[in-house]
């Protein structure tokens, strides 16, 4: 035998020991069994029924306590009066021709301020056209977020006893602002934050809206919300009654025309200077549309999801774990129906389905909630991840 051909040899057994045990791994890897078992192997899995109980709980904990936080905050009742409120309106608007007629038109028993961001459009036709005072907005400097700013000069403006900010793309019926008032009033609130109707058009409203408001609430605690020494923000600046005075005395939304999250950045103003601050509910009054389709939606996340989160971590630490154990609905549903424990996946369905029926309105509806679940996470997850990469976003327009 040729030296080369015994140095081959050679190489080929001194290469059989690590070889034998990949291909012994391969061969076993293709004989496993990945069949998910029926329910004789469930002696194999006791944890699965503890664990999908304790799912359950949560998912039961997190979803009453949204309930009933919503439903803890009073709700506004319908109050005509003959004598002209003691309110002034002030409604930033851009490009919101198609909005603001209908919202000028519920409001113009009061003196109604439309403030023209520098639309393109024919807002400030339409608005004059339903009885409103239009101005322009002043110039944007850079770093000044334009609806505070958009406020802030329609503010000027006021010499009444409250300032209602509304937004273009909100709609009332008579009595509201009488109401709204009277509520202020005899609860000597500084700022009212009016919860509105949500008012869903598109398909992709219907399914998302209920279930962000639902994962909203279950997060906020009502009471230290409205606590004046607790530094617990709620907010929401769609409709938002301040007393002028007091509106003044802290300097308003230019104090905070810097700041995207307006809305919670004026609240924490009132908060820090121990003023009363009360959220109220007006769903019979008025309605809002909140996101307009895929775009306004992914855009509003963008802008405003990773903010808040920062800005409230206990809110927003319950809201992320409400959002991911609604995630494990599915998949925990899919085990329990391998393991045909019948009556257990009946009940981890139906619970949520019964505690988000109120939020959906309907017993059809609320199967919505499927397709919310992961939608809504995808989204969201996309929007935190473009957010921590520094991906910048426009809004109106603008880049934000």
């Not at 359950?56 to 506004?76: D, I, T």
């Not at 002043?138 to 300032?163: C, E, F, H, Q, R």
């Not at 307009?292 to 999801?305: I, P, V, Y």
């Amino acid at each position: 035998m040729s030296h080369a051909t015994a140095g081959a040899l050679a190489w080929s057994n001194s290469c059989k020991p690590p070889v034998t045990p990949i291909l012994a791994f391969l061969q076993s890897w293709h004989e496993l069994d990945f069949n998910l078992g029926g329910p004789e192997d469930i002696d194999y899995f006791p944890w699965s029924a503890p664990v999908a109980a304790l799912l359950l709980l949560l998912l039961f904990f997190f979803l009453y306590k949204a309930r009933r936080n919503y439903n803890a905050l009073p709700s506004l009742a319908p109050l005509e009066s003959g004598e002209k409120p003691d309110v002034t309106v002030v409604i930033p608007a851009r490009n919101e021709q198609s909005n603001i007629g209908a919202c000028v038109s519920g409001l113009r028993e009061a003196r109604v301020i439309v403030v023209d961001d520098d639309s393109s459009d024919a807002t400030a036709f339409k608005a004059r056209g339903a009885g409103a005072e239009v101005i322009a907005a002043p110039a944007l400097l850079k770093g000044v977020a334009a609806k505070p700013n958009a406020m802030a000069a329609g503010a000027k403006l006021a010499d009444t006893s409250y300032i209602l900010f509304a937004d273009a793309d909100t709609r009332y019926r008579p009595g509201f602002l009488s109401s709204a008032l009277r509520y202020a009033a005899e609860s000597q609130s500084v700022m009212t934050v009016v919860l509105l109707k949500r008012r869903c058009v598109a398909l992709l409203e219907k399914i998302l809206v209920p279930y962000i408001q639902a994962l909203y609430f279950a997060g906020v605690n009502v009471r230290k919300a409205e606590d004046p020494l607790s530094t617990h923000i709620f907010s929401d600046g769609q409709c938002t009654l301040f007393l002028r005075t007091a509106h003044e005395f802290f300097g308003g939304y230019m104090s905070v025309h810097t700041n995207p999250l307006d809305d919670v950045a004026i609240a924490q103003k009132v908060k820090r200077h121990h003023m009363t601050l009360r959220i109220v509910r007006a769903e019979t009054l008025g309605s809002a549309r909140v996101y307009k389709g895929f775009a306004s939606l992914w855009r509003r996340l963008r802008k405003n999801g990773t903010r808040l989160l920062r800005v409230n971590k206990a809110w927003g630490a319950q809201v992320i774990l409400t959002s991911l154990l609604l995630t494990s609905i599915v998949p925990v549903a899919v085990w329990l129906w391998r393991q045909e424990q019948w009556g257990f996946l009946a009940v981890f369905l139906l619970v949520p389905l019964l505690l988000f029926r109120p939020w959906y309105g309907g017993v059809f509806r609320v199967l919505l909630l499927f397709p919310a679940i992961y939608v809504f996470q995808c989204i969201a997850t996309a929007a935190v991840v473009t957010n921590i990469l520094g991906v910048g976003t426009a809004w109106k327009g603008r880049k934000v």
